[in-house]
């Protein structure tokens, strides 16, 4: 190939490339770098200046409840994986792998992702009236004789806003892993049965490891989702649980942007760890 070709070709690629760059360098690295920046920033109870100090940084690592918020994001941010990868593989195994029917397969998967046509908060504010002390819940175990009194930690607890994320995002997980298991050639799993192969095996050694790029997918959602929350966590514990993102939210709302900006960094190299960890596990471009 001559050598006027193969500058043509960068010269295109590089017009092709210009476009995106320019929009993450602009809306992407510029604001992340911003708040890094002021995370640096001198504050005070009512002001800031942008002398540069770590004062902000020692603040929060020496802050019990700093701290605290942290560990609880990433307990709570590993339960709520944990119950959307259980509740979620096996609905997307009935829907991508068990259902025949493509055309049933899409109804549903609509029927999924119906409760994403109201609001989010409405979706979340609608758990109040089936956690609470005389929600439905509790009357219906009542009613059943499962229970003598009203269960108490249904509501205003990490237990409400775990049930809350795990039913907000459980979908999330659904999607790419019934979108990978219909993939799946069904003339390998009649191989695998014609050679005695039972269920167990045929899952374990064909199912899971052709559908563990869309377990990666949908683990990112949740993570990224799950690790920046705020609203769920604020409406169902009654603001007893504290979240990275309740931090920040509070902080922003006192004008504390140093202080905010400390968390912000802490839970974007929170979520970079995560989403690199989930990569190492399979090679998405290769995958899908």
């Known amino acids: 190939m001559s050598a006027p070709s193969t500058n043509r070709q960068k010269s295109h690629s590089f017009q092709l490339l210009a476009p995106g760059v320019v929009w993450m360098i602009l809306f992407l690295v510029a604001p992340i770098m911003m708040i890094v920046y002021v995370s640096f920033w001198t ?77 989010f908060l409405i979706r979340v504010l609608a758990w109040r009236p089936m956690l609470g002390r005389e929600g439905a819940i509790n009357i219906l175990l009542q009613k059943a004789g499962l229970i003598d009194s009203p269960i108490e930690v249904l509501l205003f607890s990490e237990l409400s806003v775990i049930i809350g994320m795990t039913q ?34 045929i899952f374990w050694k064909i199912i899971f ?15 990224v989702m799950v690790l920046g929350e705020f609203a769920t966590s604020g409406a169902l514990s009654g603001r007893k649980v504290n979240l990275l993102g309740n931090i920040i939210v509070t902080q922003v709302g006192t004008l504390k942007w140093a202080m905010a900006s400390v968390a912000g960094v802490v839970l974007t190299i929170l979520l970079g760890i995560v989403v690199a960890g989930f ?10």
Do not use: H
Not at 172 to 195: H, K, Q, S, T
Not at 218 to 223: D, K, L, N, T, Y
């Open 279 to 288: 990569l190492r596990i399979v090679d998405l471009k290769r995958e899908i």
């Open 209 to 223: 490891p052709l559908s563990l790029p869309g377990v990666v997918v949908g683990a990112i959602f949740v993570s």
């Open 43 to 119: 504050q005070t109870t009512f002001a800031i200046n942008p002398t540069l100090t770590l004062d902000s940084w020692r603040n929060f690592f020496s802050s019990d409840a700093y701290v605290g918020a942290l560990w609880t994001t990433i307990r709570l941010w590993l339960i709520v994986l944990t119950l959307t990868f259980l509740i979620g593989y096996p609905a997307a195994l009935f829907v991508g792998l068990l259902v025949k029917s493509k055309t049933v397969a899409t109804v549903l998967l609509v029927l999924c992702v119906i409760p994403f046509w109201t609001s």
């Open 168 to 201: 907000i995002y459980v979908v999330f997980m659904v999607g790419p892993i019934a979108f990978m298991l219909g993939r799946i050639d069904r003339n390998i799993i009649e191989a695998a049965r014609d050679l005695g192969a039972g269920f167990g095996r």
